[in-house]
């Protein structure tokens, strides 16, 4: 697995935790919430990638 994606993904979560907590702490629910909920679908989204990209991979290594 490559660090890089750890990485990025951690750092999403970093980013989205603090923009939750400021937009919390302003009163800003609604939007906190959607900020949370669009940087799951963004992680989500790098993460079936990167299993496409597995598949794929053991597709071509057996011929298939």
């Known amino acids: 697995m490559d660090v890089?994606?750890?990485f990025r993904i951690a750092a999403i979560g970093i980013l989205v935790a603090v923009l939750n907590i400021?937009?919390?702490?302003?009163?800003?629910?609604?939007?906190?919430?959607?900020t949370t909920i669009a940087a799951l679908v963004v992680v989500l989204m790098i993460?079936?990638?990167k299993i496409s990209e597995l598949f794929n991979l053991i597709r071509t290594l057996f011929g298939l």
């Not at 400021?22 to 959607?34: F, I, P, T, V, Y």
């Open 47 to 49: 993460v079936v990638q």
């Open 4 to 6: 890089e994606l750890i």
């Open 22 to 34: 400021l937009l919390q702490r302003s009163g800003r629910d609604e939007q906190a919430l959607m």
